[in-house]
């Protein structure tokens, strides 16, 4: 039996799980969310992830129906009732259910929808031997259209660089920005090791300064590993020691090659290795 989903207050098995088709999340990607972990049923940075779902939703005008600390209250209680003790969470605000349109002003009764379940976004063998990615043609949405850090239900521009990556047999994709930049995967942060110093796209890259990003530069300044956020180029990737990727679901994976091009000496780097190890400790503390 699937765990159960949250929507609006209510429980609901995956089967009955349903909005309306006139939702404006479904209809126009209108909405936020987040995706987090737990460990052994704990909420990995619970708090850091409410406070920057209901920023995006400040950011687009959307009133999210509850408090911050009723909304880790219900997280908790899902994760409790799910029964898992490691899993995914997803936590989704939509609009609301409206009239076809686009006026955000004609819609009612925002949604919100917590769902606990397993992921596993890599096989275990990527974790050991590390990914092939690409550089994919599709850049990521300029800052000035839409901020990185409102994190939006549309997706569609990540997609359509995992879709590139996927057709180059590869599992994720780098997307630069409007400059040529890196900025990050299609849904994940990117960072390269270069003469021993971490380095890692900027905010102004265009990114989304993700959580477990955060939690990796904080753990390179407990370990004294010299990190810094700057501007990278694709060829700071090519002849980078070591490469790795972060992200709530992928958590820490290593990159040995890029565009067919091996990093380093093509294998996971020692680094790399260190903060894998790191980070299973501080999530599981």
């Given at each position: 039996?699937?765990?159960?989903?949250?929507?609006n207050?209510?429980?609901?098995?995956?089967?009955?799980?349903?909005?309306?088709?006139?939702?404006?999340?479904?209809?126009?990607g209108?909405?936020?969310?987040e995706?987090?972990?737990?460990?052994?049923?704990k909420?990995?940075?619970l708090?850091e992830?409410?406070?920057?779902?209901?920023?995006?939703?400040?950011?687009?005008?959307?009133?999210?129906?509850?408090?911050?600390?009723?909304?880790?209250?219900?997280?908790?209680?899902?994760?409790?009732?799910?029964?898992?003790?490691?899993?995914?969470?997803?936590?989704?605000?939509?609009?609301?259910?409206g009239?076809?349109?686009?006026?955000?002003?004609?819609?009612?009764?925002?949604?919100?929808?917590i769902?606990?379940?397993?992921?596993?976004?890599?096989?275990?063998?990527?974790?050991?031997?590390?990914?092939?990615?690409?550089t994919?043609?599709?850049?990521?949405?300029?800052?000035?259209?839409?901020?990185?850090?409102?994190?939006?239900?549309?997706?569609?521009?990540?997609?359509?660089?995992?879709?590139?990556?996927?057709?180059?047999?590869?599992?994720?994709?780098?997307?630069?920005?409007?400059k040529?930049?890196?900025?990050?995967?299609?849904?994940?942060?990117?960072?390269?090791?270069?003469?021993?110093?971490?380095?890692?796209?900027?905010?102004?890259?265009?990114?989304?300064?993700?959580?477990?990003?955060?939690?990796?530069?904080e753990?390179?300044?407990?370990?004294?590993?010299?990190?810094?956020?700057?501007?990278?180029?694709?060829?700071?990737?090519?002849?980078?020691?070591?490469?790795?990727?972060?992200?709530?679901?992928?958590?820490?994976?290593?990159?040995?090659?890029?565009?067919?091009?091996?990093?380093?000496?093509?294998?996971?780097?020692?680094?790399?290795?260190?903060?894998?190890?790191?980070?299973?400790?501080?999530?599981?503390?």
């Amino acid at each position: 039996m699937s765990p159960p989903i949250y929507i609006n207050g209510k429980y609901f098995s995956k089967e009955d799980a349903k909005i309306s088709v006139y939702d404006h999340g479904l209809l126009y990607g209108d909405g936020v969310f987040e995706g987090m972990r737990t460990y052994s049923n704990k909420v990995f940075r619970l708090v850091e992830h409410i406070d920057r779902l209901y920023e995006s939703a400040r950011a687009i005008l959307l009133t999210i129906p509850m408090t911050k600390q009723e909304m880790i209250d219900a997280v908790k209680k899902t994760v409790e009732l799910s029964g898992l003790s490691d899993s995914y969470i997803r936590l989704v605000v939509t609009r609301g259910s409206g009239s076809l349109g686009l006026d955000p002003n004609r819609t009612s009764d925002p949604q919100v929808i917590i769902i606990v379940d397993l992921i596993a976004l890599y096989d275990r063998k990527y974790y050991d031997e590390g990914l092939k990615i690409i550089t994919a043609s599709t850049i990521r949405n300029h800052p000035a259209a839409l901020s990185p850090r409102i994190k939006s239900l549309n997706y569609l521009n990540n997609i359509m660089a995992k879709l590139e990556g996927l057709q180059a047999g590869c599992m994720e994709a780098i997307m630069l920005n409007h400059k040529g930049e890196v900025a990050e995967c299609t849904g994940d942060n990117i960072f390269i090791v270069k003469k021993g110093q971490l380095l890692t796209p900027s905010a102004d890259s265009g990114i989304l300064e993700g959580i477990t990003r955060n939690a990796i530069l904080e753990l390179a300044t407990t370990l004294q590993i010299p990190a810094r956020e700057t501007t990278l180029t694709r060829h700071d990737l090519l002849v980078a020691d070591e490469c790795f990727l972060t992200g709530s679901a992928a958590e820490v994976i290593p990159v040995v090659c890029i565009d067919s091009r091996p990093i380093g000496d093509g294998k996971v780097g020692p680094t790399t290795k260190q903060l894998m190890i790191e980070f299973k400790k501080l999530v599981v503390r």
